[in-house]
């Protein structure tokens, strides 16, 4: 018998939360049954639809997932590759040719900032 309760929102009996029928104060989307029911079409609100995006299927989101893993891995590979690189470059700069001075290599290239004795 749930089909004959009404809202007392859209009816025309009330007002302010107040019903000028049953003299009481109702709550107005409580629903309840009512004989005096006469419904309020400028009470009525219209519904409006929401407008959705919707995402793509869950075939296209495994498939853009596989793509993504693998450009990870190969943004992964060239980085260590980058690196390894860098580190070959400073075992180059740290190797001594300098047969003279096997040790610490050539330090004639460092000058003294100090002031010369004269």
Do not use: W
Request: proline residues 5%; charged residues 40%; contains cysteine.
């Amino acid at each position: 018998m749930a089909g004959d309760k009404v809202r007392c929102a859209v009816c025309k009996h009330q007002a302010n939360a107040f019903c000028l029928v049953k003299k009481c104060k109702v709550a107005l989307n409580k629903r309840r049954k009512c004989d005096k029911f006469k419904i309020e079409p400028s009470k009525v609100r219209l519904k409006r639809e929401i407008p959705t995006t919707r995402g793509p299927a869950p075939a296209l989101i495994k498939d853009l997932r596989k793509e993504y893993k693998k450009a990870l891995k190969e943004e992964a590979a060239r980085q260590e590759a980058a690196k390894k690189s860098q580190q070959n470059k400073y075992k180059d700069a740290m190797k001594m040719p300098d047969e003279k001075h096997p040790l610490t290599g050539d330090l004639s290239r460092f000058v003294s900032t100090a002031g010369k004795d004269e």
